[in-house]
């Protein structure tokens, strides 16, 4: 991204990182369901896992997170809801060792 676009690369970064994910308006423990969430609905599988072990790292539990899973079900695509289970068992499972 430094290369190719280095502005998107410092807005990413500083703003969103920096600013809009650490605003004290909303927790770290309370965005981080939210990222997860928005992710499995977007069918961003390859970013779920990740998301998944920093709401882990903010306090969030298995259990919270695994409720997400279920009722996304009813809000988006069935499929999409597929998807995440099995990274996220990942991740709980290397979190369980």
Known sequence: MATVAPALGAYAV?????????????????RAPVTFAALVTRHEADSVGRHAALALD??????E???????LAFDACWPRVFSAMPVARQVFESRAN
């Open 14 to 30: 500083n703003d969103l990182c920096g600013t809009v994910r650490t605003d004290a308006a909303l927790s770290l423990r309370d």
């Open 58 to 63: 903010a306090g969030v539990t298995p259990a």
């Open 65 to 71: 997170l695994s409720e997400t899973i279920p009722h």
